[in-house]
């Protein structure tokens, strides 16, 4: 198993008014985004965001194939949870609200809240309704975790829009599951007062390629009983590996443009 390096955080922020209370025992997620990886040229120019260009000196079979490339650089989502509606006192397993995969927050016990949510890091459309909230020192050392389908994705990317009270889990962790045991992906540290992204790149590893994988969020350092952390619009992405047959379409393009500028 190849073991997957330390990631690379990204993070953007909003200021936004808190007007949360808390609703029950809580409950955290989050969301995320992904962004082009590319694009692929051959004088008849595919490029990222999938919009064919330039000279087609490529037949009809190498036009498609090549949009095929086109629409696998770009970032798409393999699995979001907007966490609108999420309440731990009824359920504490939230399903993908775009895509195949639950997020599971059981781990974060009596910890576990509803807050004010943001638009920030939302799928397109979307609506600022409930944030899952870790709230207090019983949520020091807790975990939720995100299990979700990689079938046909590689370069995946986690993101997430998040933000604490003063007194809220400073020291958190993402880790990833290796098939043997949870290794660290990344650390974050979320803002006070104010939501932001987090970006966490996840490096290449053998189990994104496995069609199955598993993330868990592990927090700690709350120094009160009313400090928060906050989680909302949870996704991973990911860049579309094209299936086998368009890449024989490519080959096969690639012969006809040759012989067509002999």
Request: glycine content about 16%; some cysteine.
């Amino acid at each position: 198993m190849t073991g997957m390096s330390h990631a690379a955080i990204g993070r953007s922020g909003a200021d936004e008014g808190d007007r949360g209370a808390v609703r029950g025992r809580g409950a955290v997620q989050d969301r995320g985004a992904v962004q082009d990886r590319g694009a692929v040229r051959d004088r008849g120019a595919v490029q990222s965001r999938g919009a064919a260009r330039g000279h087609a000196h490529i037949g009809g079979a190498g036009v498609l194939a090549a949009l095929a490339i086109a629409v696998g650089a770009n970032g798409a989502v393999v699995a979001a949870w907007n966490l609108n509606g999420v309440d731990p006192l009824q359920n504490t397993v939230f399903g993908a609200t775009t895509g195949a995969g639950t997020l599971d927050f059981s781990g974060l016990g009596a910890s576990a809240s509803t807050l004010q949510g943001t638009v920030l890091g939302a799928q397109k459309g979307e609506l600022a309704g409930e944030a899952l909230a870790v709230v207090g020192t019983l949520g020091n050392g807790t975990s939720m975790r995100l299990d979700f389908e990689t079938f046909g994705y590689r370069d995946l990317t986690l993101s997430f829009a998040t933000r604490r009270s003063a007194t809220g889990a400073s020291a958190n962790r993402i880790e990833y599951w290796s098939g043997f045991t949870w290794l660290t992906a990344a650390e974050f540290t979320s803002n006070a007062t104010t939501w932001e992204v987090v970006t966490v790149k996840l490096a290449s590893a053998d189990f994104l390629e496995k069609g199955y994988a598993s993330l868990r969020f592990v927090l700690d350092g709350a120094t009160s009983s009313s400090g928060s952390l906050r989680f909302d619009n949870i996704s991973v992405t990911g860049s579309a590996v094209p299936a086998p047959g368009a890449l024989a379409l490519i080959g096969l393009a690639g012969c006809a443009a040759r012989r067509r500028r002999r």
